[in-house]
């Protein structure tokens, strides 16, 4: 499945090897993936990038994930942006199903990333001030 080249992600994520795995599949993939360690960071590189898509590691920086994605939601620059959890739980996928836009469940293979993308940047997203 092809994915425009000009994709945008951001990576919440403080796990090495997760980041670095991910990092190789968006660099077959032609995204630009930016690796962010914090919610803060996330934010801050969403204003500034205006990304198709945010990944969250669930485990990432030991933050509580309802944490997360509330921070994520209740942010201007990010509120209408799809966001995908990944995590190694499948019980997490149902909890988080009305929060979030995707799940994967680790661990992630390359087809299952492309193919998370490829749903929600294909969806319409709302505008910002119809929230």
């Given amino acids: 499945m092809a994915l425009p080249s000009t994709l945008k ?6 796990d090495p090897q997760f980041t670095y795995l991910l990092q190789r599949y968006a660099l077959n993939a032609k995204i630009q993936l930016i690796p962010v360690d914090s919610v803060a960071g996330a934010i801050s590189a969403a ?25 994520l939601r209740s942010d201007p620059a990010v ?8 995590s190694a739980s499948e019980a997490n ?14 661990p992630v293979m390359y087809e299952d990333f492309i ?5 929600v940047v294909a969806r319409p997203r709302p505008a910002a001030n119809a929230l």
Avoid: H, M, Y
């Avoid at 992600?9 to 403080?14: A, G, H, K």
């Avoid at 996928?93 to 979030?100: N, R, V």
């Fill in 9 to 14: 992600v951001i990576l919440i994520d403080d």
């Fill in 93 to 106: 996928s149902q909890e988080w199903d009305e929060q979030t836009d995707g799940f994967l469940q680790k």
């Fill in 47 to 71: 204003q500034l990038a205006q990304p198709d898509a945010v990944f969250v590691n669930l485990t990432a920086g030991g933050t509580q994930p309802r944490r997360i994605l509330q921070a």
């Fill in 115 to 119: 193919s998370a993308l490829a749903e």
């Fill in 79 to 86: 509120c209408i942006v799809p966001i995908i959890v990944c």
